[in-house]
């Protein structure tokens, strides 16, 4: 059984489309990072959240935990094809235990 | 700062074998995690260690074993390989404490032939 769980698993849009990446779980985590992959390289960090209710940008991405501290989202506007890859979610807890997600793949379509 | 280095990169085994895999993480970062990448499993939590111990382990069978040094730097090992091994392995370094981050390394393809 996964303890987080992302949404969609898949996603193909077209370039300069918006999209959402939905991360939960029942678990409350001390903190919950968002990772890009690409295929063959390790997970790259994007951002983490800590505090519940933060909203943190980068650039187009906008991500934001949960006030429970139980889940996330991550929002890209205006997506582009280097935004394609495999972004995951992570769920830290005490002890440098860390759960990820299941995983969305995205593909950017020129 | 460098990131995390593994090595190899990559490796061609055959069935029964054993591999080695190496891991050096961040300078400073004490804890290493292992993890197994597969299409259709995702990423798998394998171990962590902190300070040459062995904190936290995964599901995995026993014959997926690992060690840390003194300078933290991590080997895993798996012997008497199955086809169903091969996977891309991720290595993973954090600090210790709390809001830690995990950084990976760039993994290492295993195939097992």
């Known amino acids: 059984t996964q303890l987080l769980e992302q949404s969609p698993q898949f996603l193909s849009i077209q370039e300069g489309e918006n999209l959402t990446v939905y991360c939960n779980s029942s678990s409350v985590f001390s903190s919950l990072q968002w990772y890009r992959q690409e295929p063959g390289e390790g997970p790259v960090l994007l951002v983490t959240v800590v505090t519940g209710g933060e909203v943190k940008k980068l650039k187009r991405l906008t991500f934001q935990f949960g006030d429970a501290r139980k889940d996330s989202s991550l929002h890209i506007t205006a997506a582009q094809p280097g935004d394609t890859g495999l972004y995951l979610c992570a769920g830290a807890r005490v002890g440098n235990q860390f759960y990820f997600g299941t995983g969305t793949s995205l593909t950017v379509i020129p | 700062k460098a990131g995390v280095t593994q090595t190899p990169r990559y490796l061609i085994k055959t069935r029964g074998q054993q591999v080695t895999l190496s891991c050096s993480p961040i300078?400073?970062?004490?804890?290493v995690s292992w993890y197994q990448q597969t299409p259709g499993q995702g990423l798998q939590f394998l171990f962590e260690?902190?300070?040459?111990?062995?904190?936290n382990k995964g599901n995995f069978p026993g014959r997926f074993s690992g060690r840390q040094f003194s300078n933290s730097r991590s080997e895993m090992n798996v012997s008497t390989l199955e086809l169903g091994d091969s996977a891309l392995y991720l290595c993973?370094?954090?600090?210790?404490?709390?809001?830690?981050?995990?950084?990976f390394g760039q993994g290492t393809r295993l195939t097992v032939v």
């Open positions: 260690y902190f300070s040459e111990t062995q904190r």
């Open positions: 993973a370094s954090s600090l210790v404490g709390p809001n830690t981050e995990a950084f």
């Open positions: 300078s400073g970062h004490r804890s």
